[in-house]
């Protein structure tokens, strides 16, 4: 399993002896499932790859159906079922009501269904009502650990060839639609610093030849942007945000966000979406801020034009929200919950 946040995860399952075997696809999740039987564990993550790869929407129920069959089928075997709700929706969504019906399903059939953000079941209510008595919340975890980070912010900022005159911003992560990349941009147009310095963006994440073509268009004159148009390597991640005065998240969607995670480990300040549930989630973080979502261009540069915080706030505020939410911590509360649905 290559993903991150997956590996964190189960990192006391695995040191507990459970067995994990990782799948991405409709077809082999199908498979897998036929062959557990009682005591067993059936966790699903991301639904996106069940119904919306579908041909159209005659094709997308029938993948629904199937999962219901053969999950309802492995429950009568003694199978235990977990679901994990990472999004409010799939981002690239093309069958709404086949994926409601899925939600509902999985709903239906979980023993377990995992929340990280504590408004989840409010903010999913629209779609599918999540069952009081089988929701277990627990927190995404950070990174500590994962990354290397012995790259000193001298040595990350001269790399990019940045000196004490730029302000660089990052953004870091797949170069998708629902990111906001072009809200940003726009922003960037508009931020006067406060002390004189040139704003930077710094930019890499997988991207498609649509959206790197979007991103050339949209780009603005004069300013300077350091691209990589690919997935940054785990050893290569810790330079990025070295080398960064604050990161930036302009989503026009989102329930959990790793990227913020990760901004927390790597001692980096962020500015995130001012979304209700993400201020009462983290408001009280002095290394959050937050953009207006009715007029997100003009507040990102607002806030682009006098964030200075990487200069003043000590390290411990970020280590107070890491070591709490520590990989093997939230991995020991995840391994007690496959302990007691066995």
Known sequence: MGNPYLNLMNLASRAAGYQLIARSAYESLLTSVATLD???????????????PARNARAARRRVDAVEEVLTDARRRGVRIVWTVHNRLPHELEYFQTEQRLYEVLAEVSDVIHVMAPATAELVSDVVALPAEKIVQIPHPS?????????????ARASFGLTDDDFAVLFLGQIRPYKGIDLLLESFAKIRRDDGRRPVLLL????????IAQFDELRPEGIRSITSFEAVPDSDVARWYGAADVAVMPYRAILNSGS???SATMKVPAIVPGLPHLREQFGMEPWVSFFDVDSPADSLADLL????RRSVLDEAVYDRFTDPISPWNVSLAYRDVLRRLA
């Open 38 to 52: 009682k005591g067993d564990v059936v966790h699903i993550h991301w639904t996106s790859p069940i119904a919306q």
């Open 143 to 155: 990174y500590l650990g994962v990354y290397d980070s012995l790259v000193s912010r001298e040595e």
């Open 204 to 211: 890499a994440g997988a991207a498609s030849p649509e959206a």
């Open 260 to 262: 913020l995670h990760l």
């Open 305 to 308: 034009s006098g964030d200075d």
